[in-house]
């Protein structure tokens, strides 16, 4: 009996905490209290790090701390719990142990681990605080348009590879060439080539600070010519996640339009059945509802123009022989 | 009687004032007159903060803003009442405050209602001036494109929530980052984690000032690190746009040549009536004539490729049974 | 006999000078000719700018700029005297007219007319030399890439439109704000709207000099915020000409191919007479040997699939009634 | 005998060092190894400019920049022996002659020769460190990514040609102009139009060190305009790039795709075989496996797919003579 019950609790905790389908006001809430807890936690640490505030409020800032880790610990401990209901077929402490190792769950242990760690060693406290920044990783349980920007970064890694590599080969050629031709008129300043280095990035970057630049002629012109280069380097894998971020999504796009075509050629075509289907795929693609709908409407249509000029087709030709009428 | 003559009145102001597709000479005067009235108020308002402008020709410029205010008010009430004649089954003052809450007569309120304010409540006379700015955002109801990018912001909406989330978590982590390595060295700079904020939002949109900069080795090379990595993020907004921008270009493209596809298949062609229809697609999706052109011939072109490809085919295969003649 | 030598002289300079089609040696070696006159005039222009470069050899810039306007007015005119050859069967002198009022024939224009305005108007000096740098602008005509970047440019006008607009908007919004909020603090420097627009414009560039900053807290939050947006909108106008240049190539390439396919269609295929139209298109084009070849062998290649693709259906479908055969 | 050895050493040799389809884990330690010493050669040289670093450990640097290059040249040496495996047909010193002048060889020379050249000339030792910075190119001959973007660079190079022409076209009228309206204010720092063009270059590329701004209101009219106009150009060569870069890549995909529908039109469709040719033709078009399978999944659906959808239409259509079953 309390058996039951506990599965039947856990089955609902699950749903709320775990469970992207599971979509009630209660889990939302749920939802918007973690995301506003979070967002608190990171203010504090910004709040913390100017004395006046943190001085005049010190208890305040000490209450919500351990207020915070005290939730975090009981979330993080109560999915632990219930990851167990996500495919119940499989052995519960598998899964359990599979959770563990998902990078969701590494934040969220991130995210208190520091707290507990300083009951044992003795860390510096505004090192610790800093720490406490990791929490805002926890957000991005909550934006699918970051897990897809993500996702875009990791398949276009081999891109990025190439652009940090060309970059650094830019970054040594540049600050080697200022170490050079600037030495001797300032000494102090491209002392070395590592020195010569802050120069290069703030340079290639476009940044441009000024407080570190070429006075002779010939730094001048080198200075002048890596700028340029760099400039052209320098929105590179801006402009690559840019496209690769377009091109995702309409390969997610592409894939929901298949999908639905699959599911329209097997005959039985079910508006209702169809909406519920297309549902699934669209929260998994993570695209929104106007986005899907605009896709079936356009493959609705495409077929139905296609259709209109088969039979047109079939008006001027003979349809048992395909001769010509005319 | 005169009940007529106001009706017609009232037709003839909606034409006017509202109604895209009436283009006469007087609308596009009255159009002209407005967006010229809207540019010399900014300038206007730009111009009374210069202090010897303002006192060598105070009076001027209030006789200006008191004109600017009384066409911009008449405008407004002229949109109000003829906005009936829209959809003339629609109830009149349904319609009337469907329009009120319209986001273009928003703007319109916005630009006129601060000089109306100041008479009942006493606002400083700087803080209103800078608020008749507003009236620059009147332009948008006259620039097709300017609509057309503020639907693709929207549209991507999602993509730029996770740029600004990411952008976020970096200025919190780079100005928390410099907080700890440079305190020691510039405590008055980098006094608290708000204040390394300003240094870290001018370094990862590669503005770089110059006014606030690391200087010890730590400093630097977390600088350089941050910095390589903002340059990557700062262009992606815009990235996002541009190629955002091109496909809801080409999607309003296909739209166009979908719709005239549909209207060949009908069989009934008839290039002036199909004139007609294309030119008013084109204008409700704000493409230019050149353009749409462009997608007409474009598609008559490949019919004819497609037929003659498919009497080719016939040609060398009898088109009474497929069998090869070869 | 004369008037014949004449006549075939004017073929003869129209060949060299204006006929794209005509590539032979000597066309070439005057190309090149003039684009190095051409550099050397600007590279005179910005060494006579050196004070002791131009009082020493003061003689030899004047023997150079005099030679050169000898040159460039002899090019005009043999221009203007020989394209009336373009098309044989048009009146001569409004042939000359219509170049007359080309682009391209009023750059060359503006590159000689200072020098000899100089003889009837007395113009400031310096004002003269840097006048002739619009020589440059004769370069246009050499470079085939430049050109499809001025067509895409006049064809995303209305994208450029939009986003000046918008950066207009941003300016004086931004400019007014920081006015309101920094006047106190720095009433030198932030004095006026105008003043301030210099920041403005500095800091949404990304520009970021140092040379003004806002001093308070909300100057610089103000400033925050409108560098995260600026960033978002700095880099847009590049990115909307990249794509544009993508898709204007691409379009180029799919016109290549689908004449090529049109003539494909027309039965009679023979690969040297093709090989002269793709030249003949790919010329007009503006594409490289390499792409055109790559585009045809392509089409090529994928008839051949979908010949191969026919075949294999027939095999498994009976030619003679489309029967399955299985 | 000796012969047979000697022969089966060099083709061992080149299966290590040049063969990219002989993958066993002894190649992939001499790859780890040669990369691994590639960049503390790049780090050496970086430290040696450091003064306390290098003289408080010039022994160690010099045993290491001696073991350097008897490593670099001994490879070079079996590299240039062993190519002659690559072709067996071939000549052995053709080969050898054709490899020399292969842009990798080039590049490995260019990593040894100076140090050679040292023994014979004597070039200033700070010099000729720098040279030592070269053998970072030797890198390109293990990233596969970064050669797709040398190959995206050499196709675009009209694109970047046009932008670099537009550039200095910019740079020239900018320095040029600013040099008229600032000439007067600060005749330092505006000396003439090559010093102005510093200021140019800092501004167009929107770096902005602050050095070097324009003081008079004339000149920040001009600063503004040009900056607003250089931001529009300073992304556009990280724009094409991208755009490029996408594009190759999915052209890579398509031809990938090509070759897989054509040898599935052979009928003898053999799973096992064609993984096969198709990681062949992946590793030589330099996608990576993750993204072939994809392509191949794509393929097989889409053909699965357009199965079914001839079938229904046969339901709904005769077979036999096409005519409507309705």
């Known amino acids: ?79 632990l719990w219930s990851v167990a209901e996500a ?16 990078p969701s769950a590494l934040i969220d242990l991130v995210a208190i681990a520091p707290a507990f760690l300083n009951f044992f060693v003795n860390i510096d406290l505004r090192f610790l605080r800093i720490l406490r920044l990791f929490r805002i990783l926890k957000l991005t349980r909550y934006f699918v348009s970051l897990r897809i920007l993500l996702v875009v970064i990791s398949k276009e890694r081999g891109s990025f590879q190439a652009v940090i590599f060309i970059l650094l080969i830019m970054i040594v050629t540049a600050s080697s060439g200022i170490y050079l031709v600037e030495n001797h008129a300032q000494p102090q300043v491209f002392e070395s080539i590592p020195k010569a280095m802050w120069w290069a990035v ?95 409407l356009q493959v609705l249509r495409e077929q139905e123009l296609e259709r209109r000029e088969r039979e047109v087709r079939k008006k001027n030709f003979c349809p048992h022989c395909g001769e010509s009428l005319e």
Chains 1, 2, 3, 4 share one sequence.
Not at 34 to 55: G, K
Not at 87 to 102: F, G
């Open 202 to 296: 703030v340079t290639l970057t476009t940044v441009g600070y000024g407080d570190v630049t070429p006075i002779t002629t010939a730094g001048k012109i080198l200075g002048a010519l890596i700028t340029v280069l760099g400039v052209g380097l320098a929105a590179l894998p801006a402009g690559i996640l840019a496209t690769g971020l377009a091109n995702e999504l309409a390969q997610r796009r592409d894939e929901l339009e298949q999908q639905f075509r699959e599911s329209l050629v097997d005959g039985d075509f079910d508006l209702v059945q169809n909406q519920k289907m297309i549902d699934k795929i669209r929260r998994e693609l993570g695209l929104d509802k106007e986005q899907a709908q605009d896709i079936v």
């Open 87 to 102: 495919k119940p077929d499989n052995t519960t402490w598998r899964q359990r142990w599979q959770w563990l190792k998902s």
């Open 1 to 79: 009996m309390l058996f039951k019950m506990l599965r039947r609790l856990r089955h609902f905790t699950y749903n709320i905490l775990q469970n992207d389908d599971h979509d009630t006001f209660f889990s939302r809430c749920v939802d918007y209290f973690l995301i506003f807890l979070i967002m608190t936690n990171v203010a504090a640490v910004i709040a913390e790090s100017v004395d006046h505030w943190y001085y005049g409020h010190k208890d305040y800032f000490e209450y919500f701390e351990n207020f915070s880790i005290a939730v975090f610990s009981i979330e993080y401990l109560l999915r």
